[in-house]
């Protein structure tokens, strides 16, 4: 049997379903017990040739802690995640009835219903106990002992974790999930579904498009913020996300205070803007944020860094009047397709959605704000397609798509006119005639989310970034082992100058030095043997390129090369 105790502020939950046409008949109602222990079970099948002696193991277990915390009220759970070795229902059943009625001579309990799905909510005082986690097993005298985790069961569980193979049978040779494994750029992991690991390689490439992004911003008058990642229900009941968003939301709890992780930066935002009174002046106000946002998404549909849990959101908010909502729209526009032509990507189609079923907001403002969208497209002799109730709960949008390796299509870029959230914040300006008066908010991103950009990016190029983004700019291989210092040497001057550089002097033959850089889709190999030290030159074979060119000048490639990178050149 393995339990888990937990002393706790409260505990609430709620059957939900049942898992076994056997379960007793219960309500569908909360139930909820405040200042007790929490005892989760999962009784195993080793258990069944003892079941007295594991119900009196169970009995003490929780008497001991209960009195280690002094708790007068107790609640068993029944927690099948706690082993994968699970007894008969009935033996589990057994049991827990046993010890619920041994327990209450002592202490109010309170006993979770066996054989349902459950849904439930609870509070630790301060974290779970050190001890009590425990396991008890049935020895061959029919003993029941308490057994500490071997080193044997350890080292299982570790390599549970540690490893995770992904299954290339149903990918294409350029899916990104292939690509960043060759390259060794991130990886997913069970005890993170959904979330990224990003390597050192990966990071710079993530690193490199927020710079991007970052002067891009500055360059088009955004100033840029950063808002906490966990913050009080309150606030996201008044935006909206509470309740419209719900199937998404992360909760915790701080202190008995309902909190959200955050799954959007928009409220965030908000409360920067009512930071201090503002004028007509400030307007448009451009305010950009990096934020790191959590929606919850069903293990199944999770693929890659196509849709993940954990990802970075380039959001931007400006805060404008009426007269100036077409003309900002426009800016940004205007400010995807270039960013999409830096990178030599097209969008597959741009769409217009419009309002959902689950909304805030009267009609008539989603009728203004669907009619100024519209206007701005047509003006602009955009070709776009009408997504009929996909827009944001707070507004419609202009949504901009692009294809992967699987043709599939995937939203990247969006433009969201917001007449409501303004308003539910209590949002507003001093006008010239000196009344207060509230804004427009328009909610853009570029990249959308930053590692679903990097997965089409990668399936786009095969893996060949332009050099700015190659996590290795440039590979040093030595002709033979005399060169190595020359290749040092010149390494050395290359990252002085700031280009990520690495070398080869391993004794492998050139040909297999030269194939394993282009492997690891490095742009420029640069080769020093004899003759190059001699004449303090460098061969270079430039990616693409079957021949290199011979006898360059080291001073006019580094030139040269910091040039490309300045510029950021396409170079695909």
Known sequence: MKILAIHSDYIKFTPTKKALKSAEMVKKEESEMKDCLVVFTSVEKSDEGNVKGIIKKLVSEVKKQAEQVKADKVVLYPYAHLSDDLSKPSVAAEVLEAAEKKLKKDYKVLRAPFGWYKKFEISCKGHPLAEASRSFTIEEKGEVVEKEITSKEREKMLNDISKMKLDRRKLKDNDHRIIGQQLDLFSFNKVAPGMVFWHDKGLIIFNELVKYWREERRKAGYSEISTPQIMDKRLWQISGHWDKYSENNFVTDYEGRPFLVKPMSCPGGMLVYKNKPRSYRE??????????????????????????????????????????????????????????????????????????????????????????????????????????????????????????????????????????????????????????????????????????????????????????????????????????????????????????????????????????????????????????????????????????????????????????????????
């Open 283 to 572: 307007l448009p106000m451009r305010v950009a944020e990096l934020g790191t946002v959590h929606r919850v998404e069903l293990s199944g549909t999770l693929s890659g860094l196509f849709r993940v849990i954990q990802f970075t959101q380039d959001d931007a908010h400006i805060f404008c009047n009426e007269s100036q909502m077409e003309d900002e729209i426009e800016k940004v526009m205007n400010l995807v397709f270039k960013f999409y032509k830096q990178f030599g990507l097209g969008f597959d189609h741009i769409e217009l959605s419009t309002r959902p079923e689950k909304r805030i907001g009267s009609d008539k403002v989603w009728d203004k704000a669907e009619q100024v969208l519209e206007n701005v497209l047509k003006k602009n002799k955009i070709k776009y397609q009408v997504n009929e109730g996909d827009g944001a709960f707070y507004g419609p949008k202009i949504d901009f798509h692009v294809k992967d390796s699987l043709n599939r299509t995937w939203q990247t870029s969006t433009i969201q006119l917001d007449f409501a959230t303004p308003e539910r914040f209590d949002l507003e300006y001093i006008g010239k005639d000196d009344k207060a008066h509230q804004p427009v908010m328009l909610h853009n991103v570029i990249y959308g989310a930053v590692e679903r950009f990097i997965g089409i990016l990668l399936e786009h190029t095969n893996g060949n970034l332009p050099t700015w983004l190659s996590p290795i700019q440039a590979r040093v291989i030595s002709f033979s082992e005399g060169n190595e210092k020359s290749v040092k040497v010149f390494v050395k001057e290359l990252k002085d100058n700031g280009i990520r550089a690495d070398s080869d002097i391993s004794s492998n033959t050139v040909s297999y030095k030269i194939r394993e850089a282009e492997l690891q889709k490095i742009p420029y190999i640069i080769v020093i043997g004899d003759k190059e030290e001699k004449n303090n030159t460098i061969a270079v074979r430039e990616k693409g390129d079957k021949k290199p060119t011979y006898g360059v000048n080291r001073k006019k490639f580094i030139k040269s090369l910091l040039n490309e990178i300045k510029e950021r050149k396409l170079g695909l």
